[in-house]
């Protein structure tokens, strides 16, 4: 997954505005041409800092605009990669991940296994 300046200056901002809790959202592909826009998500999860969690009723909002390409989050703390529970949730949703780990400043994506 390539993703362009524009897309991770958007998730980095983001993640700046809501440290030290992560971040999170989705990318989608809009119907009227294949364009991915960046949705901001309510991060709903107990523990903000360590976790994400998006509402189903935010996500299934954000399906009536276009088909969901991604998933993004930030990390704040120390994990520079994703977790066990991140590959794990990419892999059952069949939805690919960015994550943005604001201590090195780098982005990684993250394909399912199918």
């Given at each position: 997954?390539?993703?362009?300046?524009?897309?991770?200056?958007?998730?980095?901002?983001?993640?700046e505005r809501v440290s030290p809790e992560e971040c999170c959202?989705?990318?989608?592909?809009?119907?009227?041409?294949?364009?991915?826009?960046?949705?901001?998500?309510?991060?709903?999860?107990?523990?903000?800092?360590?976790?994400?969690?998006?509402?189903?009723?935010?996500?299934?909002?954000?399906?009536?605009?276009?088909?969901?390409?991604?998933?993004?989050?930030?990390?704040?703390?120390?994990?520079?990669?994703?977790?066990?529970?991140?590959?794990?949730?990419?892999d059952s949703l069949e939805l690919r991940s960015v994550l943005?780990?604001?201590?090195?400043?780098?982005?990684?994506?993250?394909?399912?296994?199918v």
């Amino acid at each position: 997954m390539n993703l362009k300046e524009e897309i991770k200056s958007k998730i980095k901002d983001h993640a700046e505005r809501v440290s030290p809790e992560e971040c999170c959202g989705l990318l989608i592909e809009l119907e009227d041409g294949g364009e991915i826009k960046v949705v901001e998500c309510e991060n709903i999860a107990e523990d903000k800092e360590s976790l994400f969690k998006i509402s189903i009723e935010e996500y299934l909002n954000v399906l009536s605009e276009g088909d969901i390409y991604a998933v993004y989050h930030s990390h704040t703390k120390g994990e520079n990669s994703f977790s066990d529970a991140d590959k794990t949730i990419s892999d059952s949703l069949e939805l690919r991940s960015v994550l943005y780990n604001l201590s090195t400043d780098m982005f990684e994506t993250l394909e399912p296994k199918v």
